[in-house]
């Protein structure tokens, strides 16, 4: 087996409920944080898998609650890349998990946010986002792991 983990199919590889810890970076001061709590990918009958995620964001100290969700749509009836939007439906950016490995890119006013998203098994996979502009010099590493 090689460094990635081919998936034939996003929706169903991410289904269920996810351990999520996500440290953050800021590069420009120092600073670090640290997220640790789930994310549960969920259908709800019209094909779209919704993920919601739900834990604790800890910053220069300070912890407080933190959610998001976004919506993994099938991208044209390829099982293997999905598009990625956020809960109100504006695009956030495409995956395609066939490989094992996608990087996707995703502008936000003048920065930039490009993400590495990499699979290493059945029940591991990674993202890192590296978030760079005016506003922003951020490293954001994401590890999940399969719960159940």
């Known amino acids: 087996m090689g460094e ?8 169903a590889y991410l289904a269920g409920r996810w351990r999520t810890e ?7 001061s120092g600073d ?7 994310t549960v990918f969920e259908t709800r009958g019209d094909g779209v898998l919704r993920s919601h995620e ?18 993994y749509e099938r991208d044209d ?16 950016h495409d995956l ?8 996707a890119d995703h502008p936000c006013a003048a920065d930039l946010y ?15 986002w590296r978030v760079g502009g005016p506003a922003k010099d951020l490293l954001l590493t994401t590890e999940y792991a399969r719960e159940g």
């Open 22 to 28: 996500r440290s953050v970076r800021d590069l420009a």
């Open 54 to 71: 739900s834990g604790a964001f800890t910053w220069r100290g300070v912890s407080r609650p933190a959610e998001r969700t976004l919506r």
């Open 96 to 103: 395609d998990l066939t490989s094992g490995r996608h990087v």
């Open 32 to 38: 670090a944080g640290r997220f640790e709590g789930t």
């Open 77 to 92: 009836g390829a099982p293997g890349t999905v598009r990625v939007r956020f809960a109100d439906g504006r695009p956030f």
């Open 4 to 11: 990635f983990w081919p998936v034939p199919d996003v929706l």
């Open 114 to 128: 490009r993400g590495e998203f990499t699979v290493r098994d059945r029940d591991h996979w990674r993202t890192v």
